[in-house]
């Protein structure tokens, strides 16, 4: 197994941008990045953390935690989360569903930068969990 | 650990060192996507997983309770792998792990104004401290 130190060593990012969306099964959280900014994380509620811009306080990305118990809460409303992969969008439904008191205000700029992004994630990871 | 980077950092108990893991597709993801600021903070983890000012305990969600959070201002930011500038004023950096040590997240947060090195509410976000070096007891 590689070292970390030696990863970043022969690792380099590339040069364009583009939003990345992807579950870590380790957290269980889906983490959504659609501005490159360097940021910082604000945790608004147990299952909703944002990253805001260390340039203009402006919103560039989530994390929603708690993926399996969205999944089984988007069921059991008859929302298809089984297939290969999910439009973003699909998960902030599912987090207002699950979450005790939701934090609204940043789900519609969420939504927007999701959809604009064409933003998916792959469940085939997320049902094998 | 296949699918897996490696990276010593002291053992979450404050005796001896522990291996952790990150999952290798999860970097090369933000590395691939050109998100420079998240792969350089990435630099941040080996220092903080060595020196943590605390280790947290416990995350308050379900299938969490067991993972491990270890925060401390790093000694400088990479901008890119040659190129650092002391961190950001009120900025703590955390390194976010569950049970087996497997790294999922790695960031800047907000400092705790009253305590260096600790993460912003973190007398409500973890469940308990596990360690936390001399100078906070």
Redo the contacts between chains.
Sequence with gaps: MASLKKYLERKKPAKIFRPVSQYIAAGDCFIFHFKPDPSYAERLDDQLTIYRSEENGDLTGCEIKGIKCILKRLGDFGIPSQEKSVDVRVLFVGYGLSALEPTKWPMEELRQAAEKANARVDTGELVAV | ??G????RGMNPSGRGKATFY???S???????????????D??C??EVLVYPTVVFQG??????AQ?LCYAAIPSKRYLD?DTTVPP?PD?TF?V???K?L????W????SDPEKDGYPE?WQT?YEKIVWQALKNI
């Design positions: 650990m296949p897996h980077t490696s990276v990150i999952e290798t999860v970097m090369d993801e933000y590395a691939d996507a050109g998100f420079a600021s998240k792969f350089f990435l630099y983890v080996p995350l308050t969600r379900e299938d969490q993972s792998a950001i900025r955390a976010y792990m569950n087996e497997k790294i999922f997240d960031r800047w947060e907000k509410k976000r």
